[in-house]
C-alpha cells in the first residue's frame, strides 16, 4: 500500500528566502507525482505535474524534482513571498489504479 | 484553464438525512473522482468513476455512498443517512494526465 509523507509539516521563513519542500513514498511504481497548493478552506490547485520518466519539471519560482527510484520528489521555491503561504501538498498516482495517495502537506507561511 | 465546478460550496444537514453533492468535470477528462478532507487530516481518496462504473472504491466508501453520473456532465456524490463523522470537505476531480480538483463542498453535519 502506497504511502506518502512529507517533510517538515510546518515552516516559517522572512521574505526573500529559498526552501525546499520534501515528499517521500514508498512504492516506487508510480505513473506520476503532482504537487498542490492548498489554501486554508479553499480547494487544491495543481502547481507541478512530474511524469515518471521525468526528473524536473519548473514554473516560474517553483522547480520539483523527481527521483523514482529512491522513493523522493522536492519542491524548490525560489525568492519566497508572502503570497506563497499555504499547505503544499505531494500527491502520487500509482500505474496500476488511477487514484492520488496524498501527503499530509507542509504548512508554509512566509512572513514579510 | 480547465475547471471542475462543485456545488454547493457549503451545506449544513442534519444526521440522519441524505445529501447530494455535485460537481461538473473537465468535458474531456474520462476519470472522475471523490475525495474528502475531515479538518486538518490528509486528503483521502473515496472513488473512481471510470467509462460509467466504479473503477475503484476505497474502505470508507461503504453503502452509505454512491455515486452516479446522471447525463454528459454531471458527476454526483450522494451520502445515505449522515453521521456527524462525515462532516469534512468533499473535493471532485478529474483527470487526463494531470489531475484537476474542484474547489470543494464544506459538508457540516449536525
Known amino acids: 500500500k502506497q504511502e506518502v509523507t512529507q517533510i517538515p509539516a510546518a515552516l516559517s521563513v522572512p521574505e526573500g528566502e529559498n526552501l525546499v519542500l520534501n515528499c517521500s513514498f514508498t512504492d516506487s511504481a508510480i505513473y506520476n507525482l503532482q504537487w498542490f497548493r492548498q489554501d486554508p478552506g479553499k480547494g487544491l490547485t495543481s502547481l507541478l505535474l512530474?511524469?515518471?520518466?521525468?526528473r524536473e519539471q519548473t514554473s516560474g519560482r517553483l522547480n520539483a524534482s523527481l527521483d523514482k527510484s529512491s522513493g523522493r520528489s522536492t519542491l524548490y521555491i525560489a525568492a519566497s513571498q508572502p503570497g506563497d503561504s499555504a499547505t503544499y501538498l505531494c500527491a502520487v498516482r500509482d500505474t496500476g489504479f488511477q487514484k492520488l495517495v496524498f501527503g499530509t502537506g507542509t504548512r508554509l507561511l512566509v512572513s514579510p | 484553464e480547465p475547471e471542475v465546478t462543485q456545488t454547493p460550496s457549503h451545506q449544513v444537514t442534519q444526521m440522519g438525512q441524505e445529501v447530494i453533492l455535485r460537481c461538473v468535470p473537465i468535458s474531456n477528462h474520462l476519470y472522475f473522482y471523490w475525495y474528502r478532507q475531515i479538518l486538518g487530516q490528509k486528503v483521502e481518496f473515496l472513488v473512481s468513476?471510470?467509462?460509467?462504473?466504479?473503477?475503484?472504491k476505497s474502505e470508507i466508501f461503504d453503502d452509505q455512498f454512491s455515486v452516479e453520473r446522471p447525463d454528459g456532465s454531471n458527476f454526483t456524490l450522494k451520502i445515505r443517512s449522515t453521521k456527524l463523522e462525515d462532516s469534512a470537505m468533499y473535493f471532485c476531480a478529474s483527470t487526463g494526465t494531470e489531475a484537476f480538483f474542484g474547489q470543494g463542498t464544506r459538508l457540516t453535519v449536525v
Open positions: 512530474i511524469q515518471s520518466s521525468q
Open positions: 468513476f471510470y467509462n460509467n462504473e466504479i473503477s475503484e
